[in-house]
T-cell receptor, first 114, second 111 residues
Framework: EAEVAQSPRYKITEKSQAVAFWCDPISGHATLYWYRQILGQGPELLVQFQDESVVDDSQLPKDRFSAERLKGVDSTLKIQPAELGDSAMYLC????????????FGPGTRLTVL | GENVEQHPSTLSVQEGDSAVIKCTYSDSASNYFPWYKQELGKGPQLIIDIRSNVGEKKDQRIAVTLNKTAKHFSLHITETQPEDSAVYFCAASKGNTPLVFGKGTRLSVIA
């Protein structure tokens, strides 16, 4: 069964350092999402791509976060510099379409900022 | 924007009993309502979804009901089993807007 792949699964970093997360969506899925999930809360969308284009990045803290999906397949989310409040689970999801369709989530990257 | 409230935050049931989780949404234009199950260390997994043109949907032991007038929808799990223990999230969206998730319900099924 096809799955969304994410790496690394766990990342520990010190504040002010740079971190990067990678996501490989299910083959053929044009839409890719990055979510942040704080412990005890639901996922919150950071950025949404349709192919290589950003559809929604209204909740992405652009002063320190960046995301790209250069060839419309895999994607990278970067934080520079990391802050203590960035400690969270970062989830990647993909879907066939933009709306009203199942989103398939990866296992996530657990980030701890010390 | 859309706001989704989910209750209860924790729920404990005896194995074999039913569990009900309720969500309310604020935007009457929302038309897609999925439910996700998240097990420890894993990403959320879709278990059932419903669209605004349907009032109820069932899949084996799981059912979802939608009341558009009251703007609430509920997840019903019957004959609960220990493997149903997880965190459950409801979500809502309209058109091509992103999903807005509730804060989750931690379900514990006691054997």
């Amino acid at each position: 069964e096809a799955e969304v792949a994410q790496s690394p699964r766990y990342k520990i970093t010190e504040k002010s350092q740079a971190v990067a997360f990678w996501c490989d969506p299910i083959s053929g899925h044009a839409t890719l999402y990055w979510y942040r999930q704080i412990l005890g809360q639901g996922p919150e969308l950071l950025v949404q791509f349709q192919d290589e284009s950003v559809v929604d990045d209204s909740q992405l803290p652009k002063d320190r976060f960046s995301a790209e999906r250069l060839k419309g397949v895999d994607s990278t989310l970067k934080i520079q510099p990391a802050e203590l409040g960035d400690s969270a689970m970062y989830l990647c999801a993909s879907s066939l379409g933009l709306a009203g369709v199942e989103q398939f989530f990866g296992p996530g990257t657990r980030l701890t900022v010390l | 924007g859309e706001n989704v409230e989910q209750h209860p935050s924790t729920l404990s049931v005896q194995e074999g009993d039913s569990a009900v989780i309720k969500c309310t949404y604020s935007d009457s234009a929302s038309n897609y309502f999925p439910w996700y199950k998240q097990e420890l260390g894993k990403g959320p997994q879709l278990i059932i979804d419903i669209r605004s043109n349907v009032g109820e949907k069932k899949d084996q032991r799981i059912a979802v009901t939608l009341n558009k007038t009251a703007k609430h929808f509920s997840l019903h799990i019957t004959e609960t089993q220990p493997e149903d223990s997880a965190v459950y999230f409801c979500a809502a969206s309209k058109g091509n807007t992103p999903l807005v998730f509730g804060k989750g319900t931690r379900l514990s099924v006691i054997a």
